[in-house]
């Protein structure tokens, strides 16, 4: 049973465009939403959060949006660049005392110059 | 932010064999977690390694099968033992950064396992 949701295992954008890169989950005892940067041959590392009470957070080119009715969160890269393009993973931590993440599958983002 | 070592990166091991996979942080942590990511699949918690006590198992992963060992606050070892093709995955080390109600995941490059 897959709590947390990235339908898109791939997505194509050209230079400079707007890139939505989507994510869904079912556990409403999720507390915090993560999203993850990851290249071939290294590990994923961190990009934005957002913390269940907020709607928005942005970081530069990033923004990530959180629509708790719907549970569902996206995350905006513009304008996108070439080297952006990697596999964007979603993560979702479980509140109180057991803080696990439960990630999802990926989608790999291709940022066509 | 912490910058975690992984080794080795990879390898390709025999079936029947094991596999003692290090992970190495620059600071003093609580908690480092041990993740697979089976090709196609995410990530998949395996263990939390406790310094100074058992590590604690997620459902269907057993100690037999991936022992862990947790020496001290910046160092760990997971081990695959007695391999089957259906292991090979990628095998990362982890540790968060919680700081109230933020959590920050790190992650080491990863050790890619094929297992023939």
């Known amino acids: 049973d897959q709590q947390v949701k990235q339908n898109s295992p791939s997505l194509s954008v050209q230079e400079g465009r707007i890139s939505i890169l989507n994510c869904d989950y079912t556990?409403?005892?999720?507390?915090?939403f993560l999203w993850y940067k990851k290249y071939p041959a290294e590990g994923p590392t961190f990009l934005i959060s957002?913390?269940?009470i907020k709607d928005k957070n942005e970081d530069g080119r990033f923004t990530v949006f959180l629509n708790k009715s719907a549970k569902h969160l996206s995350l905006h890269i513009v304008p996108s660049q070439p080297g952006d393009s990697a596999v964007y993973f979603c993560a979702a931590r479980l509140a109180g005392n057991n803080r696990k993440l439960i990630w999802g599958l990926g989608t790999s983002l291709g940022v066509n110059p | 932010s912490a910058v975690i070592s992984q080794k080795p990166s990879r390898d390709i091991c025999q079936r029947g064999t094991s596999l003692t996979i290090q992970c190495q942080v620059d600071s003093q942590v609580t908690m480092m977690f041990w993740y697979r990511q089976q090709p196609g699949q995410s990530l998949t918690l395996i263990a939390t390694?406790?310094?100074?006590?058992?590590?604690?198992?997620e459902s269907g992963f057993v100690i037999d099968k991936f022992p862990i060992s947790r020496p001290n606050l910046t160092f760990s070892t997971l081990t695959v033992s007695n391999m089957s093709p259906e292991d090979s995955s990628i095998y990362l080390c982890?540790?968060?950064?919680?700081?109230?109600?933020?959590?920050?995941?790190?992650f080491g490059q990863g050790t890619r396992l094929t297992v023939v």
């Open positions: 957002i913390s269940s």
């Open positions: 556990n409403s005892m999720f507390d915090y």
């Open positions: 390694a406790n310094q100074g006590s058992e590590a604690t198992y």
């Open positions: 982890s540790v968060e950064d919680q700081a109230g109600a933020r959590t920050e995941a790190f």
